[in-house]
């Protein structure tokens, strides 16, 4: 069985920075790549940054370009999201997302194609 714990979030103020870890686990887990997404109250979850199973590519929606920094010990099962100069509407839970992969540098930015989801750790940034 595999899982994924996030840890790291919390209460904060605008511009301030935050460090999300997720943690994957479990004796079925392979290569894979890792998403980060959020959902804030009312909307859907939408992709926020993606690594690559081996490190070497990475994705960004815009909201997140050059604010967060996704990263991942290569061919390691944990990975980081390093969030800074925070906004209010960064506020969501944030969730961390693994995708078996084939090909080591693949990664998505759907939802529907990640396979294994974490628990979620909420992000709440005030004003």
């Known amino acids: 069985q595999v899982q994924l714990v996030e840890s790291g979030g919390g209460l904060v103020q605008a511009g301030d920075s935050l460090r999300l870890s997720c943690a994957a686990s479990?004796?079925?887990?392979?290569?894979?790549?890792m998403g980060w997404f959020r959902q804030a109250p009312g909307e859907g979850r939408v992709f926020v940054a993606g690594i690559s199973w081996n490190g070497r590519r990475t994705i960004y929606a815009d909201s997140a370009k050059g604010r967060f920094t996704i990263s991942r010990e290569n061919y390691g099962n944990t990975g980081y999201l390093q969030m800074t100069r925070l906004k209010p509407e960064d506020t969501a839970v944030y969730y961390c997302?693994?995708?078996?992969?084939?090909?080591?540098?693949?990664?998505?930015?759907?939802?529907?194609?990640?396979?294994?989801w974490g628990q979620g750790t909420q992000v709440t940034v005030s004003s």
């Open positions: 479990g004796s079925n887990l392979g290569a894979f790549a």
């Open positions: 997302a693994a995708e078996s992969i084939v090909v080591a540098a693949h990664i998505a930015t759907s939802s529907h194609s990640y396979d294994y």
